[in-house]
């Protein structure tokens, strides 16, 4: 959204609100294919310019975009997403607008990931639903070393729920969630999580746009906050070996005019056919969209039995082995829980593709498999054939290969957005395969 297709008032608002917050400069945000937030940086004298779509900037040098001989691309920041950072930069207190991309011709880009959030949440709206999105993003803190570089070690040796004085980044947790309640955010809950290092922050569900909005705000603070307590915030999906690696659990749902389209008091387990088509669509395209989900090598090794991340393609109402779990809570709250995606993905793509996964299951009403109550680590890889539960894919490559075969991916992401990450990615996976790493030499050195 700009001032020329949003109402007048909405764009005089935000410059009533910088005047009254003495903002001296506004961040203009956007994020590229993988999901690293870019910034054009303007002095606030120059914030109803921006709001009225005059700022360019050179596509060419951000990953994924353009060629540079088609290197100007407009940013339109979406009125909606104004917000002031709790600090203040050089003495000026900063705010920030996310952005959409569009081309110098007042077109879309075709390969800004907001934009294929928005297209998706679009064929929703025309379907009749809007999708909300409750994401619990884990990560990890380090000290730095004297050179304030991040190191591995990490603050503290507590577990799954501990205080101070045996959680130590309990003071640097708080100021994060202190951070972004003044940002807006309506937290719900933060805690020390399993291994030591590792934190969670909840907040509250919002539509599918504004969840993604925020998950990326929210890795900025946290990083901010982190540097502020001589620490270093990482969202590496497994960056310590033998301890649980770090998620992003998704809390999903549907509304419709009536409501929450997943409950149906009468219905099966008190779910809406709705519901049930909508899981049986993530579990037809759960290996398809794993590599935009779970997208860096070091995803898998977190996707591996024993540390709690889910590995089987099964849905269940009980226990938190499957990819898919269904709370007990119903009426308002009926919501699914996607637990495969982690904290490195691009969240505007994740969202997308989840979306599309879960449409596509309501329009060919696609039912799930029978849930499941038992724990799915403990079973014989027989008995989980004989249930038909499928495995998610053991690498990145494996996942690349499983995202060409599943045309809805293709189709959700644009052939510019989705050719660009497989290239990527499959560049990311070569590079990793040619390296001798610290395994191999420790293995095989002095074996051989």
Same mark, same amino acid.
């Given at each position: ?78 009125? @909606? ?46 379907? @009749? ?18 050179? @304030? ?21 309990? #003071? ?173 993905? =691009? ?16 329009? =060919? ?45 293709? #189709?959700?992401? @644009? ?12 560049? #990311? ?20």
């Amino acid at each position: 959204m700009n001032c020329l297709n949003v109402k007048k008032d909405v764009c005089e608002r935000v410059l009533n609100e910088a005047r009254a917050k003495d903002v001296k400069f506004v961040m203009l945000q956007f994020s590229d294919i993988l999901g690293i937030v870019k910034n054009v940086a303007i002095p606030v004298e120059r914030l109803g310019e921006a709001l009225a779509g005059h700022v360019f900037f050179d596509g060419s040098s951000i990953e994924g975009f353009v060629r540079i001989e088609e290197s100007d691309m407009v940013l339109l920041p979406d009125p @909606g997403t104004f917000a002031v950072y709790p600090w203040r930069t050089n003495g000026g207190t900063t705010a920030r607008l996310i952005c959409d991309v569009y081309t110098p011709e007042g077109k879309p880009f075709e390969g800004c990931p907001r934009g294929v959030l928005s297209r998706a949440r679009e064929e929703a709206r025309r379907m @009749g639903f809007s999708m909300m999105a409750g994401p619990e993003p884990e990560f990890f803190l380090f000290e730095r070393d004297a050179q @304030g570089k991040p190191s591995l070690v990490t603050h503290d040796q507590a577990s799954y729920f501990d205080l101070s004085p045996v959680d130590t980044g309990e #003071e640097a947790r708080r100021d994060m969630v202190l951070a972004l309640t003044a940002m807006g955010f309506d937290v719900e809950a933060s805690h020390h999580e399993v291994a030591p290092g590792q934190h969670e922050i909840d907040f509250k569900y919002a539509d599918c746009l504004t969840t993604a909005d925020n998950i990326v705000t929210f890795r900025f603070v946290v990083r901010m906050c982190a540097m502020e307590h001589n620490l270093h915030a990482t969202f590496m999906p497994k960056p310590i070996f033998g301890v649980p690696g770090s998620g992003m659990h998704i809390h999903l749902s549907l509304y419709d005019e009536k409501g929450n389209a997943f409950w149906d008091p009468d219905g099966e387990y008190q779910l809406s056919d709705t519901a049930l088509y909508f899981i049986g669509g993530l579990v037809k395209h759960a290996r398809g969209f794993t590599a935009i989900c779970n997208p860096v090598v070091n995803s898998y090794k977190r996707l591996v039995p024993g540390y709690e991340a889910p590995v089987y393609v099964a849905w269940s109402l009980k226990n938190r082995s499957p990819l898919i779990r269904v709370p007990a809570a119903r009426g308002d709250k009926t919501r699914i829980e996607l637990r495969s995606p982690d904290p490195s993905c =691009n969240p505007y793509l994740a969202l997308a593709v989840i979306l599309k996964a879960g449409l596509d299951g309501v329009k =060919n009403r696609i039912a799930p498999p029978p849930p499941v109550s038992e724990n799915v680590y403990s079973m014989q890889d027989e008995e989980r054939e004989s249930l038909g539960i499928d495995v998610l894919p053991g690498s990145l490559k494996e996942a690349l290969d499983a995202m060409e075969d599943d045309p809805l991916i293709r #189709e959700t992401l @644009g052939d510019h957005i989705y050719f660009r990450f497989l290239d990527a990615k499959r560049l #990311e996976w070569d590079i990793y395969r040619k390296q001798v790493h610290e395994w191999e030499i420790k293995q095989y050195f002095t074996m051989f």
